[in-house]
T-cell receptor
Framework: QQQVKQSPQSLIVQKGGISIINCAYE??????FPWYQQFPGKGPALLIA?????SEKKEGRFTISFNKSAKQFSLHIMDSQPGDSATYFC???????????FGTGTRLTIIP | GAVVSQHPSWVICKSGTSVKIECRSL??????MFWYRQFPKQSLMLMAT?????????EQGVEKDKFLINHASLTLSTLTVTSAHPEDSSFYIC????????????FGPGTRLTVL
């Protein structure tokens, strides 16, 4: 069964700190790994995505680290801000199949 | 670019009535659209995948006669919840992708359905 396991379920980080969310997958055919940010009552928004030909991708304060051998990838939010408080979902899909397999989500709260 | 809209953003209906939700890609051709359902504090559950001009493919356990999906053009897909019941109350979200998008899905803002 294609699964993406996400942890932690919830996370509280102090303003200015680093938020780290982890995901692990089983299907080695996956080759696209996006992260989505969702605010309450809104649809998910694509935050950043990575493909397995690189081990890291950085966009502003957001970085994806990818470990192909361990079948794990993580999202790092540097200098976390209260506006980053949201639910984050990792996902995965593979060539020839555009369906996304989502993680269970992480509710991130940034406290002052 | 890559904007997806949904209409309505929320709807309240009586049990037994049908509700139609529209999903539009505003600035790209959406050859494939997806419909998701999300319960409070849970992840997105894929209901069906629709390709322009062909029948939708439903996920296991999703009643195709209850959730009618039409993808008649490259910019519009509709989800009709037929004979809605309170248990159909949920947050419905569509997403779209198209040529050159390399598996990227762009999500709409969602529609909150409440069935009384």
């Amino acid at each position: 069964q294609q699964q993406v396991k996400q942890s932690p379920q919830s996370l509280i980080v102090q303003k200015g700190g680093i938020s780290i969310i982890n995901c692990a997958y089983e299907n080695t055919a996956f080759d696209y790994f996006p992260w989505y940010q969702q605010f309450p009552g809104k649809g998910p928004a694509l935050l950043i995505a990575i493909r397995p030909d690189v081990s890291e991708k950085k966009e502003g304060r957001f970085t994806i680290s990818f470990n192909k051998s361990a079948k794990q990838f993580s999202l790092h939010i540097m200098d976390s801000q209260p506006g980053d408080s949201a639910t984050y979902f990792c996902a995965a899909s593979r060539v020839g199949n555009e369906k996304l397999t989502f993680g269970t989500g992480t509710r991130l709260t940034i406290i002052p | 670019g890559a904007v997806v809209s949904q209409h309505p953003s929320w709807v309240i209906c009586k049990s037994g009535t049908s509700v139609k939700i529209e999903c539009r890609s505003l600035d790209f051709q959406a050859t494939t659209m997806f419909w998701y359902r999300q319960f409070p504090k849970q992840s997105l559950m894929l209901m069906a995948t629709s390709n322009e001009g062909s029948k939708a493919t439903y996920e296991q356990g999703v009643e195709k006669d209850k959730f009618l999906i039409n993808h008649a053009s490259l910019t519009l897909s509709t989800l009709t919840v037929t004979s809605a019941h309170p248990e159909d109350s949920s947050f419905y979200i569509c997403s779209a992708t198209g040529p050159g998008r390399y598996n990227e899905q762009f999500f709409g803002p969602g529609t909150r359905l409440t069935v009384l």
